[in-house]
């Protein structure tokens, strides 16, 4: 337990903020972490103690910290014109040049960009495409959307509901109706003795024809699925997967969405998910990266034939009823301009791809550790999964925390990493260097055995 001071900044935080995903009582006991500066890859504390961020933040600082250029385009744009609007036929130039931009980035030929602020209202403007797509065509009872376990799309009422993660659910009375959940195609959890990673891949996709046909084609409008799974657990889906599922969308008429939120701007190595696996979106939203998090925005894009099924229903009906104050806010839009400027002037994708490799490779380094049964990733994701017994594979029981333990462990290690469950994830900033990726994981593997210490300690395993 930390000694919290009076009146010092973690007891005001104490005192006055309610966190996200954060545990309250234990937020009482030891306080907050406060950072107050940032440097590339690191981030330092209120008492200059400097960090790894291996997370990118929340997956997303994909510049690093401190990139000049992006509050220069910030300043300049407040100055200019701090802010408009995209209602009633309105809008500023930087944001034209945003939607033109990532049109042209598209994994696929896409019609249109809307703008919104964060991962959850851009899917939750997807939901609200899909309904009134269905409605448009003249086909009110299409209008279940499938997700899958250990989603995660984000936590409005409606996107908590295709997150497919207990927590976001329970004592929240979600999910709402209309929106199902389709098997988590991890193989190393779910695969069955004996199954191999294709087999496990087809047993996935006949499971989801089979609730397709289940729940009725009729009234099935659309799927949704991050490329890689990041929050519930970087989970990289077996090969052949989304060769299998994509045909069976198409057999059913069901709109495809890509949630390329983490995935998108070079990740996985590639400018989208979509493109490394193959994906051929009808809809695709996007965020964190596009403006490397110095501001918030995100996009949802839409095909040319969601596009003309909303422009002739706006035909019949008038105005298309949505639409958010911030939507195309023009200084953010100027952030995420500048942010597509440096990915191609530095060349973003050659980076990653010349740095994945090693990130990879110190990853699979820690398959040996007593503590570790799976490692996992793909370009700069990825992950560690702790368990009791590696040769069962068996987890740890989840009141036992020991991911939380572990992520607190590498802090004292000066490396910012998150626990998911019992998995250690890793989604530093895409400019990080090949000596950095040493760096990070040498603390983490003091991390890791400290926390196979304290294991042995508690007699968990
Ligand atoms: N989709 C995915 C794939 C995400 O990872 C996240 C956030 N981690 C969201 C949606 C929700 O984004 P936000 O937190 O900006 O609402």
């Known amino acids: 337990m930390n000694q919290i001071k009076p009146n010092s900044l973690a007891a005001r935080d104490i005192a006055y903020h309610l966190h996200g995903y954060t545990n309250a009582v234990r937020h009482e006991q030891d306080g907050p972490l406060i950072l107050t500066e940032g440097k590339g890859i690191y981030v330092h504390d209120e008492n200059g103690r400097a960090y790894i961020e291996g997370m990118a933040g929340l997956w997303s600082v994909s510049l690093g910290f401190g990139e000049e250029r992006l509050v220069e385009a910030a300043v300049r744009q407040m100055k200019k014109l701090p802010y408009y609007h995209t209602f009633t036929h309105k809008t500023s130039s930087v944001t034209v040049e945003l939607a033109e931009k990532l049109i042209g980035l598209a994994p696929v030929p896409m019609s249109k960009v809307f703008f919104a602020n964060s991962g959850s209202e851009a899917n939750d403007t997807v939901i609200k495409i899909v309904w009134y797509y269905s ?47 389709a098997d988590c195609p991890h193989y190393y959890r779910f695969g069955k003795e004996g199954e191999s990673e294709a087999q496990f891949a087809q047993r996935m996709a006949d499971s989801l024809e089979k609730l397709i046909l289940a729940e009725g084609p009729d009234t099935v409008a659309a799927f949704i699925a991050e490329p890689v799974m990041g929050a519930g657990g970087v989970i990289v889906p077996p090969a052949g997967y989304f060769d299998l599922i994509q045909p069976i969308l198409k057999k059913y008429d069901i709109l495809f969405i890509a949630d390329e939120v983490i995935c998108g701007f070079g990740r996985t190595g590639n400018m989208f998910g979509s493109e490394t696996f193959k994906l051929k979106p009808d809809i695709l939203s996007c965020a964190k990266a596009l403006s490397s998090s110095y501001l918030p925005i995100s996009g949802v894009m839409i095909n040319e034939k969601v596009y003309q099924a909303l422009r002739d229903n706006s035909a019949k009906i008038g105005t298309f009823g949505h639409g958010f104050t911030y939507s195309g806010h023009p200084v953010p839009a100027a952030v995420a301009l500048e942010t597509l400027k440096i990915y191609e002037e530095r060349n973003i994708l050659a980076q990653v791809r010349s740095v994945a490799p090693a990130f990879q490779r110190e990853l699979k380094r820690f398959a040996d550790h007593p503590l570790v049964g799976e490692t996992r990733g793909i370009g700069l994701v990825g992950a560690i999964e702790l368990v009791k017994d590696k040769r069962t594979k068996e987890p740890f029981a989840p009141q036992q925390g020991v991911g939380f333990q572990a992520a607190k462990l590498c802090q004292e290690q000066g490396l910012i990493t998150r626990a998911i469950m019992d998995s250690l994830a890793f989604c530093p900033p895409l400019i990080i260097t090949e000596a950095e990726i040493g760096e990070m994981f040498r603390r983490f593997a003091k991390g890791l055995d400290a926390t196979w210490a304290w294991v042995r300690e508690q007699g968990l395993a």
């Open 135 to 181: 409605n448009a065509l003249g086909r009110p009872k299409k209008k279940k959307i499938i997700s899958r376990q250990k989603a995660y799309h984000g936590v409005t009422v409606a996107t908590a509901s295709l997150t497919g993660l207990p927590n976001n659910h329970r004592d929240f009375d979600l999910p709402i109706a209309n929106i199902i959940h």
